[in-house]
């Protein structure tokens, strides 16, 4: 393309004969130049914010990638934790049962093992409560010899006389001072109505050894004091009585018989009482009794009333230790399932910390323990 150059220093296109001037030429040259350079630094810059805009958007998907890849790894945590506990949880509750039904199989064992135990071990209990009875009866007869003969000769003296007075407070009961012959003491038995039945006199000995004088003295009282019925009681019996029975034409008897023996004996004057008070037959009547108490039924009959005195009395005694001794046995039994059970809930605690619901009573057991 070729311009033509007017006189007026124009120039012409030979296109569409427009005419501009060489400056202007020269102005579009440069304005076309600067635009497209503009342009250029215009596109640099609009191709760097974008690559800044595509580089922080990547930062930021980057970024909510990470925290979705921890919060995905935070869950993960959360569901292991929440498994860890179901486990736990699990296990706690397979041990507890566990624990529960060795303590149930413990507890059911020991019950056996004592039932056992009980009968294997009951004619051995009963020979060892006779065996301890017997060491206290010593021990008791050991502490009883440590004062003077004399002393101790006059608490048994005192001793039968209180107990004559408490048993029949209806009879006259006479203490024989000590230098005045006669025996230890004077009973004289009054029925109802005050009228003197008889009389049975007591004669106290407590020593070692049994002398047989004693029983010619208390003969000779009883006839000196036209007594009915003469008792001697002592520590230390002949040969031939166990606890008590006529011997030698009175009667000897131990400390334990004493009570039946005297009730006995007293009835017998009672009921001899009753008959003397009836005029029709008398001398066969007296006769009769005469036969009567100087024989061997009459013997029987009061020997059977004192023996089923003292053992009932010896029963009584039987059954207050056996039962003291169930009571602590039970006593110590509930202290070990209480001591247990608290062992128990101290394990389960260990194991699952406040988790465990507290059991006020087992708290109050536990302190006091």
Request: proline letters at 1%.
């Amino acid at each position: 393309m070729l311009y033509t150059c007017g006189m007026n220093n124009t120039v012409t296109c030979p296109n569409c004969g427009t005419q501009f001037s060489p400056d202007a030429l020269l102005t579009h040259s440069i304005e076309l130049e600067l635009r497209t350079k503009l342009e250029q630094e215009l596109s640099t810059k609009v191709q760097e914010k974008t690559r800044q805009e595509l580089a922080d958007r990547d930062a930021q998907i980057k970024e909510l990638k990470d925290k979705a890849r921890e919060s995905a790894e935070f869950e993960l945590k959360l569901r292991a934790e929440k498994r860890a506990i179901e486990e736990a949880k699990e296990k706690f509750e397979l041990e507890k049962t566990r624990q529960l039904d060795l303590e149930r199989s413990k507890i059911k064992a020991e019950a056996f093992q004592l039932v056992q135990e009980q009968e294997k071990f009951k004619l051995e209990e009963k020979e060892k409560m006779i065996s301890d009875l017997k060491k206290s009866l010593d021990e008791a007869q050991r502490k009883a010899n440590q004062g003077s003969q004399q002393t101790q000769g006059e608490v048994l003296e005192l001793e039968i006389e209180d107990l004559l007075r408490r048993t029949f407070p209806t009879d006259e009961i006479i203490a024989i001072a000590k230098g005045v012959n006669g025996a230890d003491i004077r009973q004289l038995v009054r029925g109802r109505s005050g009228a003197l039945a008889g009389t049975i006199i007591w004669e106290t000995k407590r020593t070692k050894n049994w002398t047989e004088s004693w029983v010619q003295k208390l003969k000779n009282d009883q006839r000196t004091e036209k007594a009915e019925i003469a008792v001697l009681v002592s520590t230390v019996l002949p040969k031939a009585v166990r606890t008590f029975g006529v011997y030698q034409g009175i009667w000897v008897s131990d400390m334990t018989s004493v009570i039946g023996l005297a009730m006995a004996l007293r009835t017998s004057l009672l009921q001899v009482a009753v008959v003397k008070q009836s005029s029709v037959g008398k001398n066969e009547k007296m006769e009769v009794l005469y036969n009567y108490l100087s024989g061997v039924e009459f013997k029987q009959r009061i020997e059977a009333i004192v023996e089923s005195f003292t053992a009932m009395k010896l029963d009584l005694e039987k059954e207050k230790l056996a039962y003291t001794r169930i009571w602590a046995k039970r006593d110590k039994q509930i202290d070990q399932v209480v001591h247990n059970t608290i062992g128990l809930h101290s394990d389960l605690e260990g194991l699952m910390g406040k988790a465990l619901p507290k059991i006020d009573t087992l708290e109050l057991e536990a302190s006091n323990s």
